[in-house]
């Protein structure tokens, strides 16, 4: 409801608009796939990162891998919890379209799925599968994305509005940085 409306005109340049040197993004690996940059412990201090980054983050990272783990169609084995990187897909969409597309396929497949959760099942614990929030009753994990959701929704408006603003018209344009 407030993020979709937000990437009405997304652009392939500014879907991979890097604002400053070093941004993550989403790129080809050696293999020609897409996926998306950083290593899997957080980085500190975090990179910024591109708006391809932060669609895919929360389309996989909140969305894909979830619907993977808990509701899957057992491509991937039973042991693995919601961090194993056997749910994440293959490859990833290189473009602003392929990106949009992607996130809302994502997000309905996830909301499909929770959506015919009783009260018992939102409120029974993850188990292993849930990895660090195996106590957690799915109710919670559900609070967890939302908010991942709606931070990561924000910052796309916020990189939109900069590269509007700053008359960006490339990936490579970047922010002036001034002491």
Same mark, same amino acid.
């Given at each position: 409801?407030?993020l ?5 005109g997304?652009?392939? $340049?500014?879907?991979c ?5 070093g941004?993550?993004s ?16 957080q980085?500190?201090?975090?990179p ?6 932060r669609?895919? #983050?929360?389309?996989v990272?909140?969305?894909a891998?979830?619907?993977s783990?808990f509701?899957?169609? /057992? ?11 056997r #749910? $994440?897909p293959a ?6 379209a392929?990106?949009v597309?992607f996130?809302e ?5 996830? #909301? ?12 029974t614990?993850? /188990? ?6 195996s106590?957690?009753?799915m109710?919670a994990?559900i609070?967890h994305?939302n908010r991942?959701?709606? #931070?990561h929704?924000g $910052? ?5 509005d ?5 008359g ?12």
């Open positions: 409801m407030h979709r409306p937000r990437l009405n997304l652009t392939d $340049e500014e879907y608009w890097e604002p400053v040197a941004c993550w989403v790129r080809a690996a050696t293999d020609g796939r897409f996926r998306i940059d950083g290593p899997a412990a980085a500190d201090p975090p910024v990162t591109t708006i391809a980054w669609m895919m #983050h929360i389309a990272g909140c969305f891998i979830r619907s783990a509701f899957g169609d /057992g491509s991937v084995p039973d042991d693995a919890d919601m961090f194993d990187p #749910h $994440e490859d990833l969409p290189s473009t602003a392929g990106g597309a996130l396929d994502a997000y309905r497949q996830w #909301h499909g799925h929770i959506s015919t959760l009783g009260e018992t099942a939102m409120r614990p993850l /188990g292993p599968k849930g990895a660090y929030f106590a957690e009753p109710a994990l609070v994305i991942e959701t709606m #931070h929704g $910052e796309i408006g916020v990189l939109r900069l590269y509007r603003a700053t960006a018209t490339t990936r490579d344009s970047r922010l002036t940085v001034s002491a």
